[in-house]
């Protein structure tokens, strides 16, 4: 029973564009998700976090969107570049939640050509 | 400040061995997460430490356990290796066993079951 699913797998994008990455989940109980950061061969790095009260976070060139009734998530980075070129997931976790786990999509790799 | 350390990087061992895993936590973090990452999927949450007791745990069988020690590093062992806990492990601390907002991955431990 996969709760946060992240249906596409990898997506290209060119230098300058906007990118936007998905995800979906089933557990209405989920108070805050979150999206991190992985390139290979390092561990995953936090990057943008969005409370379920709110639609919309925006910190610099990635912004959050929250839609509760569709149980759907989409991050933005605009203009992208091509340091961002890594794997995105989408995590949430539920604050009741013994030892506050975190509940990760499947991941999306995104490049980003020059 | 240091981050999280794990050792070793890579590990290949023959099903049915046992393993040991090593995280040390960032300066000043009292809590330590483990997650497992097999190829292509999200990190799957095992359990937590928060100071030297399990704090949560995952859908993993016991043979997966841990231990967090006075200096707040820790260990995670898996006995008896079947050739699906092939996966990247991955520890995580934060100072705060209540959110996992603080959460700093570590480069994570590459296992190999053969």
């Known amino acids: 029973d996969q709760q946060v699913k992240q249906n596409s797998p990898s997506l290209s994008v060119q230098e300058g564009r906007i990118s936007i990455l998905n995800c979906d989940y089933t557990n209405s109980m989920f108070d805050y998700f979150l999206w991190y950061k992985k390139y290979p061969a390092e561990g995953p790095t936090f990057l943008i976090s969005i409370s379920s009260i709110k639609d919309k976070n925006e910190d610099g060139r990635f912004t959050v969107f929250l839609n509760k009734s569709a149980k759907h998530l989409s991050l933005h980075i605009v203009p992208s570049q091509p340091g961002d070129s890594a794997v995105y997931f989408c995590?949430?976790?539920?604050?009741?939640?013994?030892?506050?786990?975190?509940?990760f999509g499947g991941g999306t790799r995104l490049m980003v050509k020059p | 400040e240091t981050g999280v350390t794990q050792s070793p990087t890579h590990l290949i061992k023959t099903r049915g061995q046992q393993v040991t895993l090593r995280c040390s936590s960032q300066s000043g973090h009292n809590t330590v997460s483990w997650y497992q990452q097999a190829l292509g999927q999200g990190p799957q949450f095992i359990f937590q430490?928060?100071?030297?007791?399990?704090?949560g745990r995952g859908n993993f069988p016991p043979r997966f356990s841990g231990l967090q020690f006075p200096n707040y590093s820790s260990e995670l062992n898996v006995n008896a290796l079947e050739l699906d806990d092939s996966a990247l492990y991955l520890c995580?601390?934060?100072?705060?066993?209540?959110?996992?907002?603080?959460?700093?991955f570590g480069s994570g431990t590459r296992l190999t079951v053969v």
């Open positions: 995580a601390s934060s100072a705060d066993s209540t959110t996992s907002f603080g959460y700093t």
């Open positions: 995590a949430a976790i539920g604050l009741n939640n013994a030892g506050n786990m975190l509940t």
């Open positions: 430490y928060y100071r030297e007791e399990e704090n």
